[in-house]
């Protein structure tokens, strides 16, 4: 169901609710919906509540700052979404991202010409990993999570044997995509809506999408429906891989050199952006928009606390209460159907 | 296979799956000791074992929660903030060693049966909450202990765990042999441990057994962080300092051992003997890997291809032994 069809019966609940004694089934269907919007309603609070007395916290630069430190997570987290609400998941991606900031910035050593040949290089890595990804889960039939993590360990292992410490330097080029603006608008900002859009369109409105979907429902019912499964799976992870060289790339503009630790512990951030925008470990669903809000709410609450002059130890908490209460916001629908 | 009755089969298929990481073992040691002799040295082989401990005693744990079905992914935080919590505590003094352990290992219980009451009452994905409350708990050791390595442990502390009796055994090893026991005494020979297992397999009969579910959850999960917090301070002694981040890590080593040994992640399968075989396996894998000469790092890629392999094994094994058993039980699809 797409976010469009569902609007008109949030209303229309939300006037019953509140103009005529509601019912206890109206009452909880008000609450799923809620939970399926808490998210934006979270970022909202969150982008307007503290600009009424931090006055830096106001304004549009604050927020594109905020969009461009988000950035690679955010593509990363689109791509999972999709390996999410198929039903699986992809511990890899952190490491992946990583290996194409080494690999990509040891190309490219600072030279202008390079930064076609990185770019094509990163994402025919993203491709290959992602395909090896896909064809091994489809072969071994072992479980996605298990998978992944040994290419985790793989990946990581092969790019400290390449290197231990930051190598290469970002072209000017990949630069300006990590930290530069055009008239004013970071350049990540576009980039990631143009993804964030063809992500979405390809999620809800096409074919593929749908399959993805419901095979992350009922692997079985949809075998059973003559869809190939293993068909549908190999491209899940593929995007999964070409995101993680998008948001590689974005990375090393960042960081501007080839760090090998530069993609240690994404994997898991990207899990918990998809988790908070409300699509469900246990797939069938998913959306990219949520996954957004979900990035920029994780963005938000960093920088907030960073302009409240919060410790990183202290953000780390938060961090994780944030992790937890989302999480017990939004399992219960769970519940309900068991 | 005329020879073989099919129960016979079923039989033998069922002793290999189960013991097949043993034979594992086995070759992966007879093939070392043919590369060096070294590994023909008890001392030797029982340095590897040691190295092994902080993880092995965590992974004890988190096989019993894998058992019921669930996941536990902030032990390494959890060895991380009570290896760095008893040190601060023991202070460099011998009479703070007593409570030091202890308020570490009621730590530890307490963060495992933060999880557990939150995933017994809410039943949430045990994935994602424990990674939440292993980020929080990273900041909560940063916090308690300024962001850098802190404390000095008591005088006798390493020597005790470290020596070794008659000369081979570390005391280390012994304890972990001795908590592994304790374990499987608990998974093999308890109400509570067939509960474990009837809940992995089927938590709707379980509840309809007249299991008390979240009691079940909330214990198995405090059991995992106090294992933990052995864990941290069984690494302590190993380093004899401890940093904010000295467990990073350590969740997916656990992880590795215990499906090596041949627990699920669906629950219901495997057991405490196979995740101390796994361990063992990596542990010597990993050791073999250096003695060819290759670095660290490759140790990584090795490990990952161990996971992917075992993991692979175990599938082919489950697949063709419930093949095997279908005419009697059909198995449910999961």
Same mark, same amino acid.
């Given at each position: 169901?797409?976010?469009?069809?569902?609007?008109?019966?949030? $209303?229309?609940?939300?006037?019953?609710?509140?103009?005529?004694?509601?019912?206890? /089934?109206?009452?909880?269907?008000?609450?799923?919906?809620?939970?399926?919007?808490?998210?934006?309603?979270?970022?909202?609070?969150?982008?307007?509540?503290?600009? !009424?007395?931090?006055?830096?916290?106001?304004?549009?630069?604050?927020? @594109?700052?905020?969009?461009?430190?988000?950035?690679?997570?955010?593509?990363?987290?689109?791509?999972?979404?999709?390996?999410?609400?198929?039903?699986?998941?992809?511990?890899?991606?952190?490491?992946?991202?990583?290996?194409?900031?080494?690999?990509?910035?040891?190309?490219?050593?600072?030279?202008?010409?390079?930064?076609?040949?990185?770019?094509?290089?990163?994402?025919?890595?993203?491709?290959?990993?992602?395909?090896?990804?896909?064809?091994?889960?489809?072969?071994?039939? =072992?479980?996605?999570?298990?998978?992944?993590?040994?290419? !985790?360990?793989?990946?990581?292992?092969?790019? +400290?044997?390449?290197?231990?410490?930051?190598?290469?330097?970002?072209?000017?080029?990949?630069?300006? =995509?990590?930290?530069?603006?055009?008239?004013?608008?970071?350049?990540?900002?576009? !980039?990631?809506?143009?993804?964030?859009?063809?992500?979405?369109?390809?999620?809800?409105?096409?074919?593929?999408?749908?399959?993805?979907?419901?095979?992350?429902?009922?692997?079985?019912?949809?075998? /059973?429906?003559?869809?190939?499964?293993?068909?549908?799976?190999?491209?899940?992870?593929?995007?999964?891989?070409?995101? &993680?060289?998008?948001?590689?790339?974005?990375?090393?503009?960042?960081?501007?050199?080839?760090?090998?630790?530069?993609?240690?512990?994404?994997?898991?951030?990207?899990?918990?952006?998809?988790?908070?925008?409300? #699509?469900?470990?246990?797939?069938?669903?998913?959306?990219?928009? @949520?996954?957004?809000? &979900?990035?920029?709410?994780?963005?938000?609450?960093?920088?907030?606390?960073?302009?409240?002059?919060?410790? &990183?130890?202290?953000?780390?908490?938060?961090?994780?209460?944030?992790?937890?209460?989302?999480?017990?916001?939004?399992?219960?629908?769970?519940?309900?159907?068991? | 296979?005329?020879?073989?009755?099919?129960?016979l089969r079923r039989h033998a298929v069922r002793v290999l799956q189960q013991h097949s990481i043993w034979l594992v073992l086995l070759l992966l040691l007879l093939v070392s000791a043919v590369l060096s002799d070294?590994?023909?040295?008890?001392?030797?082989?029982?340095?590897?074992?040691?190295?092994?401990?902080?993880?092995?005693?965590?992974?004890?744990?988190?096989?019993?929660?894998?058992?019921?079905?669930?996941?536990?992914?902030?032990?390494?935080?959890?060895?991380? !903030?009570?290896?760095?919590?008893?040190?601060?505590?023991?202070?460099?003094?011998?009479?703070?060693?007593?409570?030091?352990? =202890?308020?570490?290992?009621?730590?530890? #219980?307490?963060?495992?049966?933060?999880?557990?009451?939150?995933?017994?009452?809410?039943?949430?994905?045990? +994935?994602?909450?424990?990674?939440?409350?292993?980020? =929080?708990?990273?900041?909560?050791?940063?916090?308690?202990?300024?962001?850098?390595?802190?404390?000095?442990?008591?005088?006798?502390?390493?020597? $005790?765990?470290?020596?070794?009796?008659?000369?081979?055994?570390?005391?280390?090893?012994?304890?972990?042999?001795?908590?592994?026991?304790?374990?499987?005494?608990?998974?093999?020979?308890?109400?509570?441990?067939?509960?474990?297992?009837?809940?992995? #397999?089927?938590?709707?009969?379980?509840?309809?057994?007249?299991?008390?579910?979240?009691?079940?959850?909330?214990?198995?999960?405090?059991?995992?962080?106090? +294992?933990?917090?052995?864990?941290?301070?069984?690494?302590?002694?190993?380093?004899?300092?401890?940093? #904010?981040?000295?467990?990073?890590?350590?969740?997916?080593?656990?992880?590795?051992?215990a499906v090596l040994g041949g627990t699920t992640f669906e629950g219901g399968h495997g057991g405490i003997g196979g995740t101390i075989g796994g361990l063992l396996v990596l542990g010597l894998a990993l050791n073999?890997?250096?003695?060819? @000469?290759?670095?660290?790092?490759?140790?990584?890629?090795?490990?990952?291809?161990?996971?992917?392999?075992?993991?692979?094994?175990?599938?082919?094994?489950?697949?063709?032994?419930?093949?095997?058993?279908?005419?009697?039980?059909?198995? /449910?699809?999961?």
């Amino acid at each position: 169901m797409t976010s469009a069809q569902r609007l008109p019966r949030f $209303t229309a609940a939300a006037a019953q609710a509140v103009g005529t004694l509601a019912t206890r /089934r109206e009452l909880m269907r008000l609450g799923a919906l809620a939970r399926s919007y808490g998210i934006y309603l979270v970022l909202i609070a969150l982008l307007l509540v503290p600009s !009424l007395w931090l006055s830096e916290y106001r304004g549009a630069r604050n927020l @594109g700052q905020i969009v461009q430190q988000s950035a690679a997570l955010a593509i990363l987290a689109i791509g999972q979404t999709f390996v999410i609400a198929c039903r699986m998941i992809d511990l890899s991606v952190g490491q992946l991202m990583g290996l194409i900031v080494v690999a990509s910035c040891s190309l490219m050593d600072g030279r202008p010409e390079m930064t076609v040949p990185a770019i094509l290089l990163a994402l025919a890595i993203g491709l290959t990993v992602g395909a090896i990804n896909g064809l091994l889960n489809n072969r071994l039939r =072992i479980h996605s999570l298990i998978l992944t993590l040994g290419m !985790l360990s793989i990946l990581q292992g092969v790019i +400290f044997v390449y290197t231990d410490r930051s190598v290469g330097a970002a072209s000017p080029a990949v630069l300006r =995509i990590g930290n530069g603006t055009v008239t004013g608008v970071p350049v990540a900002v576009p !980039l990631v809506l143009v993804v964030a859009a063809l992500a979405a369109l390809l999620l809800h409105r096409t074919r593929f999408g749908l399959y993805v979907r419901v095979v992350g429902a009922n692997e079985e019912g949809a075998r /059973r429906a003559g869809i190939d499964v293993a068909r549908v799976k190999l491209p899940v992870f593929i995007l999964s891989g070409v995101s &993680a060289a998008i948001a590689g790339i974005i990375l090393a503009g960042r960081l501007g050199t080839g760090y090998p630790n530069a993609g240690t512990g994404f994997e898991l951030d990207a899990i918990v952006a998809v988790v908070l925008g409300g #699509t469900p470990l246990s797939g069938g669903r998913g959306t990219i928009l @949520g996954t957004l809000a &979900a990035v920029l709410v994780l963005g938000v609450t960093a920088n907030l606390l960073n302009l409240l002059g919060m410790s &990183a130890f202290i953000q780390m908490v938060v961090k994780g209460a944030i992790v937890i209460a989302a999480v017990l916001i939004n399992q219960p629908r769970e519940l309900a159907r068991a | 296979m005329t020879v073989l009755t099919p129960a016979l089969r079923r039989h033998a298929v069922r002793v290999l799956q189960q013991h097949s990481i043993w034979l594992v073992l086995l070759l992966l040691l007879l093939v070392s000791a043919v590369l060096s002799d070294a590994f023909l040295r008890p001392a030797y082989l029982m340095n590897l074992v040691l190295q092994q401990t902080p993880v092995g005693i965590t992974a004890i744990g988190v096989t019993l929660v894998m058992i019921s079905g669930g996941i536990d992914l902030s032990v390494g935080a959890i060895i991380s !903030l009570t290896a760095v919590m008893c040190a601060i505590l023991m202070n460099g003094q011998s009479e703070n060693l007593p409570h030091a352990l =202890i308020l570490t290992c009621l730590a530890g #219980t307490l963060v495992g049966a933060f999880n557990g009451l939150l995933i017994a009452y809410n039943r949430v994905s045990p +994935f994602i909450l424990t990674l939440g409350t292993a980020i =929080i708990v990273y900041g909560l050791t940063q916090i308690y202990s300024g962001g850098t390595a802190s404390g000095v442990v008591s005088p006798g502390f390493r020597e $005790t765990l470290n020596h070794r009796i008659g000369g081979i055994v570390p005391t280390m090893v012994v304890i972990l042999l001795l908590v592994a026991a304790c374990g499987i005494l608990v998974q093999r020979r308890t109400r509570f441990g067939r509960a474990l297992y009837l809940i992995g #397999t089927n938590p709707a009969a379980a509840r309809l057994a007249g299991l008390n579910l979240p009691r079940v959850t909330v214990i198995v999960y405090s059991l995992s962080g106090l +294992f933990a917090a052995l864990g941290g301070i069984a690494l302590l002694a190993r380093a004899g300092v401890a940093g #904010t981040y000295t467990g990073r890590g350590s969740e997916f080593d656990v992880l590795a051992a215990a499906v090596l040994g041949g627990t699920t992640f669906e629950g219901g399968h495997g057991g405490i003997g196979g995740t101390i075989g796994g361990l063992l396996v990596l542990g010597l894998a990993l050791n073999l890997v250096n003695l060819v @000469g290759l670095s660290f790092y490759a140790q990584l890629i090795v490990k990952g291809a161990i996971i992917v392999a075992a993991s692979t094994t175990y599938e082919f094994v489950r697949r063709s032994s419930a093949s095997l058993e279908k005419p009697a039980t059909s198995r /449910r699809e999961k």
